[in-house]
């Protein structure tokens, strides 16, 4: 997804709400936040990423992100994605690496 197309992101209850679908989307992307927490993400570059990475191969039911969400170096920080072991991909952006 190009990074200046911010995805659309509607809510689903209190505290859960869906980035998303576009183009590409193999799954939903769900973030797990509060009205006042959304309002600070809103522009956020993390929104794309959930968006991102749930375009990749052998996900299985969604692209999560937590409420810590933030920038990260493929996933966002504070993203969760489980990967279909056969056709699904190993992401090295999924683990927090950027603390050292």
Known sequence: MS???RPPVKQIDECRFQVGPLPGMRVPGIVYADAAMMETMIDDMSLVQVANV???PGIVRASYAMPD???G???PI???AAFDAEE???SPGGVGYDIN
């Open 54 to 56: 749930a375009q990749l």
């Open 3 to 5: 990074e200046n197309r």
């Open 69 to 71: 969400i933030h920038w």
């Open 78 to 80: 504070g993203g969760v």
């Open 73 to 75: 170096y493929g996933f």
């Open 88 to 90: 699904g991909v190993v």
